[in-house]
């Protein structure tokens, strides 16, 4: 399956349906699987970085985030 117009981000701190197939992947408990998943698709990795957002204590929350488009 190719997905050619589809922009898709796997984060260290989220879960849900894949943009392209809609089966389940959770960054949250296996990202590389997550990302993986994605690949698969004939989609390319063009960024993996970090992100801070607000944990629930408020303080700042460190995640991995990767993008994923075409190629």
């Known amino acids: 399956m ?3 117009k ?4 796997i ?8 943009r392209v197939c ?6 949250t408990k296996d990202f590389e699987a997550a990302c993986n998943h ?5 989609l390319k990795c063009l ?3 970090q992100e801070t957002i607000l944990g629930a204590d408020g ?4 995640t991995t985030v ?3 488009g075409p190629q």
Not at 6 to 9: F, G, L, T
Not at 22 to 27: H, I, K, W
Not at 59 to 62: A, I, L, R
């Open 2 to 4: 190719f997905a050619p």
């Open 6 to 9: 589809v922009i898709v981000r």
């Open 11 to 18: 984060s260290s701190n989220e879960a849900g349906s894949c």
């Open 22 to 27: 809609g089966t389940y992947v959770d960054g």
């Open 38 to 42: 994605v690949l698969e698709h004939g």
């Open 47 to 49: 960024h993996v970085g």
């Open 59 to 62: 303080g700042p929350w460190q």
């Open 66 to 68: 990767a993008i994923f």
